[in-house]
């Protein structure tokens, strides 16, 4: 794992902040909004009061990012800008969270927050560890889509409805419109059609072979059909048989999944160093798609690449 992620051991109880009655939601810029706070059309500025309706119950029908910030620290208002306009940018896919932690000790309490900025999705009420630190956009918006992916996989494929005005570069920081070559294919997914996801990507790349967008799609779709019901004894398959291509590959996926990049990627490219024949070309093949998962521009994949390569020359 990278330094910037994040993550704890142990749960993360939230059973505490509930929402006291007449506690109101805490739209961007509205009143009461914290100094420094980021504006958007998709961005909440949440209280321990407010909790419980502006993030847990808003996670059941889409993902929820929570920035924990704070105006102490340097970074958190750059990154908190950066979050924002990518909330407008993704259009409701997700729904940013902004909490004060000085303002609101219980909250960081909870996620056992030390240093600020963090950032910590929500789905269906459970938090799901994203990175910890200033991170810029390119970065940022890859745990975005490696966490959209997971939320499809887990079934929450709803857009969250706008909370708040737009942000004073909402209107540049605005997307064109969806390119409709690929409306099929993401109306299946978000209608959780993954089989007809799949069959609209596999017709687009035969009409267009090298369709960067479309094979990056496949891959994804393909991650979460394999992965959604995975046999309880496959890591000990995999961890009792090195060259069990199926187990090793399937807890690959897993691990790419939960957001362990370089656990999977270490995974595969060992399993290929063990193999040979028609077997290590398969691995190879499969590495090869997790690289499409998470993006050609990501460090981790261009380093697991060399090693890669090392391995088969």
């Known amino acids: 794992m990278s330094q910037s992620n994040f993550s704890r051991p142990g749960a993360i109880d939230l059973s505490g902040l509930r929402k006291p009655a007449g506690a109101a939601s805490g739209a961007a810029g509205g009143p009461g909004a914290p100094a420094g706070a980021a504006a958007g059309a998709y961005v909440l500025n949440v209280t321990e009061a407010n909790f419980q309706t502006?993030?847990?119950e808003r996670s059941l029908q889409a993902p929820v990012v929570v920035e924990l910030w704070s105006p102490r620290s340097q970074g958190s208002n750059a990154l908190g800008a950066v979050l924002a306009q990518l909330s407008t940018e993704y259009a409701g896919k997700f729904l940013l969270a902004r909490i004060d932690v000085d303002a609101n000790p219980q909250v960081a309490q909870a996620f056992g927050v030390q240093s600020v900025p963090v950032v910590i999705a929500i789905l269906r009420g459970q938090p799901v560890p994203l990175f910890q630190g200033v991170l810029g956009e390119p970065?940022?918006?890859?745990?975005l889509d490696q966490l959209l992916t997971v939320a499809v996989a887990n079934g929450i494929t709803g857009r969250a409805e706008p909370v708040g005005p737009a942000g004073p570069d909402a209107e540049s920081a605005e997307e064109p419109p969806p390119n409709p070559r690929y409306e099929k294919a993401e109306n299946a997914v978000a209608?959780?059609?993954?089989?007809g996801a799949i069959a609209a990507y596999e017709e687009l790349l035969k009409e267009t072979p090298a369709d960067a967008e479309a094979k990056s799609g496949l891959a994804r779709v393909q991650l979460v059909k394999r992965t959604q019901d995975v046999p309880a004894d496959v890591r000990t398959r995999a961890a009792e048989?090195?060259?069990?291509?199926?187990a090793q590959m399937l807890v690959a996926d897993v691990d790419l999944m939960g957001g362990h990049v370089d656990d999977a990627f270490a995974r595969l490219i060992s399993t290929v160093q063990a193999t040979s024949g028609d077997e290590r070309n398969t691995v190879r093949l499969h590495l090869l798609e997790l690289f499409e998962v998470v993006g050609a521009d990501d460090d981790r994949v261009m380093k697991a690449r060399r090693r890669l390569m090392s391995v088969l020359f």
């Open 54 to 56: 502006d993030v847990i």
């Open 139 to 143: 970065e940022v918006r890859q745990y």
């Open 191 to 195: 209608a959780g059609d993954l089989d």
């Open 241 to 246: 048989n090195p060259t069990d291509i199926e």
